[in-house]
């Protein structure tokens, strides 16, 4: 009975915060896409041409991977930071807070919409990617599993994020100073085989390089590390994330006085 | 008399940075009641509403509602209260009538009933020739209500309003009014906050005056208007005083063996009184006018509506 409450509550946030995003698609649905198509004709065609090949894969297809998960973090991500940021600006997060709705399902409501966000882009970046690059599903449970882990994960440090956010500035230093470098140097454009040894350690305490291997695993079967491992990152992350984010929540840091 | 409607105790809260928005407060509302808690801006009224309705964290004290521990079991405190808060807080951007619905939702009503409910009351609230508009171009006055719609929809059993009617125009009030009336006559118990005296006078039945975070008075409202409307005298009786029998209707008080304070309804004759003093035989050498507690509370609010607080609590008093 409560649960069947909770749930219902879970599928209102959920479906509120979709019908956000896809009323405002022009913001949020089409950028990607357009700058994927960009990436894919500069990096992929013009400049990838010149490269040949990247551990055994034509370069446009070797950063397929890379950028299609790229989008999916940087829009899970931003789905949250900014939905949950303008709750507590505009202060309709109280419409939840005086509402018998626990912690768990207030959270899982708001990273559902930022999941929901990352597929929606992610399929749109690799219906985009076909038409630059014909490449196979290796593994499509390891290619969804990872697709829907990283986006839990980027959407969970959105909510984070957006918890401490004191003003629309706050909300975009993190995805500028972090998320951006992260992922650029997560291993998207280049295969860390390229790095020397000591460039290829540090690599090795980015996050988002043993996703977007795992990534690119699921896709190609290629890996610069093993996808086990890559998993138990993954996850310890969003365990670590998720606690982090509901003892917040239980504090009513940021939103309670 | 079974279980209040809300029984706070002892509750206290200081802001980050010092501030102590309530000292000790304790206050209980029966079921059906139509209840003011009354005060200046600063007072503390949003803060103890902030508590009650799991917005602000309080610091010690405790809150019960319907029988209910906030504490052990804020699912079932959260259940039985509607809130309509003093700041506009839905999404500007959200059309009016998924405001209502996906409030209920939140409260676990399934989506099929929670459209008949939206409409019921944004119907009653006549706003349901709204629901597709975008909540930020309804009218102050309309967002007022959407907000008590959206209060509602859970139907409640506690109906808690935090300055409904601030900025709120006279014509709208009125109805307003009406509507809450109407709500309370059919068994929900209301609680608002406000600082005109005249909106706690035509609507409520018992009220709690809150000044810098204390509850100064607690009483019936027409108790408290008889109250108010009635000055008190000292006066120095060159003898000792005796029997007060005959001044009855003065209610008389000995302060010592030569002094009496009277009270009389502000339209009594005064020559009367001397009248009545002379047969009682008490000769008056001396009178002094006390200040009207009650009245001067209410002075100094209209007058000075913000800084009462803040002036005490600079020069320590
Ligand atoms: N979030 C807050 N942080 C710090 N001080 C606050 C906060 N909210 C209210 N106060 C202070 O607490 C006091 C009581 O405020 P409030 O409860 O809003 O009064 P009222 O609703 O009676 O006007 C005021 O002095 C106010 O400045
Ligand atoms: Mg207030």
Redesign the interface.
């Known amino acids: 009975m409560?649960l069947?409450?909770?749930f219902?509550?879970f599928?209102?946030?959920l479906i509120?915060e979709v019908?956000r995003f896809s009323?405002i698609w022009v913001q949020t649905v089409l950028p990607p896409a357009i700058t994927t198509a960009l990436y894919f004709i500069i990096f992929g065609k013009l400049i990838g041409e010149q490269i040949g090949e990247m551990d055994g894969y034509r370069y446009i297809d070797f950063i397929v991977p890379g950028l299609i998960l790229m989008s999916v973090i940087s829009n899970s991500y931003a789905n949250v930071v900014s939905s949950f940021y303008?709750?507590k600006f505009?202060?309709?997060i109280?419409?939840?807070?005086?509402?018998?709705?626990p912690n768990a399902v207030i959270l899982a409501g708001y990273v559902g919409g930022g999941v929901a966000r990352g597929i929606v882009v992610g399929i749109t970046v690799t219906i985009v990617s076909m038409f630059f690059s014909d490449w196979q599903i290796h593994s499509y449970s390891i290619t969804f599993l990872v697709f829907f882990l990283t986006s839990v994960l980027f959407a969970m440090a959105g909510f984070i994020n957006a918890i401490y956010a004191n003003s629309f500035d706050d909300i975009s230093i993190i995805p500028t100073f972090v998320l951006t470098p992260l992922t650029y140097l997560g291993g998207v454009f280049y295969s860390i085989s390229m790095l020397s040894e000591f460039w290829q350690g540090v690599s090795m305490i980015n996050p988002v390089f043993y996703m977007i291997n795992a990534f690119r695993y699921g896709l190609l079967g290629t890996s610069d590390i093993s996808i086990g491992f890559a998993f138990v990152i993954i996850i310890g992350f969003i365990i670590l994330l998720t606690s982090f984010s509901l003892w917040l929540l239980k504090k009513?840091v940021g939103i309670?006085? | 008399m079974d279980t209040h409607a809300l029984s706070i105790e002892n509750l206290c809260k200081i802001y980050k940075g010092g501030h102590q928005a309530l000292v000790d407060v304790s206050l209980q509302v029966g079921q059906g009641d139509f209840f003011a808690l009354l005060g200046p801006n600063g007072a503390g009224k949003s803060t103890a509403i902030g508590i009650i309705s799991s917005l602000v964290n309080k610091d010690s004290g405790s809150v019960e509602v319907m029988g209910h521990d906030l504490d052990k079991d804020p699912v079932k405190v959260k259940e039985q209260i509607g809130l309509v808060p003093q700041e506009f807080n839905f999404n500007q951007f959200e059309p009016v009538g998924e405001i209502v619905v996906n409030q209920a939702g939140f409260y676990g009503i399934p989506r099929k009933e929670a459209l008949a409910r939206a409409k019921k009351y944004l119907t009653q609230l006549d706003l349901w020739g709204k629901r597709d508009v975008e909540s930020r171009s309804l009218s102050g006055g309309m967002k007022r209500r959407l907000m008590i719609a959206r209060a509602l929809v859970h139907e409640p059993r506690l109906l808690i309003l935090d300055e409904p009617t601030a900025g709120v125009d006279i014509e709208i009030r009125r109805s307003m009014w009406d509507f809450l009336r109407e709500i309370n006559r059919k068994g929900t118990t209301i609680i608002l906050t406000t600082h005109y005296l005249e909106e706690a006078e035509s609507l409520c039945r018992n009220i709690a005056i809150i000044n810098c975070g204390r509850i100064v008075e607690k009483s019936g409202m027409s108790d408290l208007l008889k109250r108010m409307h009635r000055q008190s005298f000292v006066v120095s009786s060159r003898e000792t005083i005796g029997e007060v029998d005959q001044l009855e209707k003065y209610q008389p008080e000995i302060l010592d063996s030569t002094t009496l304070e009277l009270s009389l309804h502000q339209d009594t004759d005064m020559n009367s009184m001397f009248d009545d003093l002379s047969r009682a035989g008490i000769q008056v050498v001396g009178l002094r006018n006390k200040q009207n507690r009650l009245e001067q509370m209410f002075i100094e609010m209209v007058t000075n509506p913000e800084s009462i607080c803040k002036a005490e609590q600079e020069t320590g008093q």
């Open positions: 409560q069947a409450r909770y219902t509550a599928k209102t946030i509120k019908l009323r303008s709750s505009q202060r309709h109280e419409e939840l807070l005086i509402s018998p709705v009513g309670k006085s």
